[in-house]
């Protein structure tokens, strides 16, 4: 079945950066964009960005532009999303997510079990 | 960037009750919106796209309805399992693709 695992729990500093991982399994790596969405404590859902697993072009949020890079290596069908500049507003859980069902609208009928990144002093 | 705006913040009903979850889009997105079921400590799951459509798995009790700026989510005989908070997403111009803040359903 589709899978996607991602990496595991994150503290940084501020003004480091963090690089989480997003691992698809049971289907295709190539078929499907991987979007990455992100969610503060409490807070609600917020779309970061997507890449073109087959292109390798990414598309990001205007507010993560400069400070967000999304990157895929298909030859172990995983997606890398770098955060860098890291704040105390970037404590959040983040998601990557794809659209199988409808491939060709990005909604989300797969989703990661997130990974938590903590920014502290 | 269009703004999602959903109503009520929160939505008190009892089980086996009806609920009608609302989301305004601040232009229109013709049909091109989803929602999303979260339950604490769970990824959201897709319950609708295309505004209408359901997703594979989610009960006929969930429907969507609305195109342009304004859409209900209604959820029909509510039970136990479907409270949790929901979220609307719209894809029609993006980037970025944005969410309201959200409707908590809760248990009356």
């Known amino acids: 079945q589709v899978k996607l695992v991602q990496s595991g729990v994150e503290v940084r500093k501020p003004g480091t950066s963090v690089k989480l991982s997003c691992k698809g399994s049971g289907y295709t790596f190539t078929d499907y964009h991987i979007h990455w969405v992100r969610q503060a404590p409490g807070q609600g859902l917020e779309w970061m960005g997507r890449i073109n697993i087959k292109s390798g072009v990414p598309n990001y949020a205007q507010k993560f532009q400069g400070r967000v890079s999304l990157t895929r290596d298909t030859s172990v069908s995983t997606v890398y999303m770098e955060l860098s500049g890291l704040k105390s507003d970037d404590v959040a859980v983040y998601y990557c997510?794809?659209?199988?069902?409808?491939?060709?609208?990005?909604?989300?009928?797969?989703w990661g079990q997130g990974t938590l990144v903590t920014v502290s002093p | 960037e269009i703004v999602m705006t959903q109503s009520p913040g929160t939505l008190s009903v009892s089980p086996g009750e009806g609920a009608t979850l609302s989301c305004r889009a601040s232009?229109?997105?013709?049909?091109?919106l989803a929602w999303f079921q979260q339950k604490p400590g769970q990824a959201p799951r897709l319950l609708i796209y295309?505004?209408?459509t359901r997703a594979s798995g989610i009960p006929a009790r969930f429907s969507g309805s609305g195109s342009g700026t304004d859409f209900t989510l209604t959820i029909s005989s509510l039970q136990s399992e479907d409270f949790a908070l929901y979220y609307c997403?719209?894809?029609?111009?993006?980037?970025?693709?944005?969410f309201g803040q959200g409707t908590r359903l809760e248990i009356k």
């Open positions: 997403q719209q894809y029609n111009n993006w980037p970025p693709i944005t």
């Open positions: 295309g505004a209408s």
């Open positions: 997510a794809i659209s199988v069902e409808s491939p060709a609208v990005p909604s989300y009928d797969h």
């Open positions: 232009q229109s997105i013709n049909t091109n």
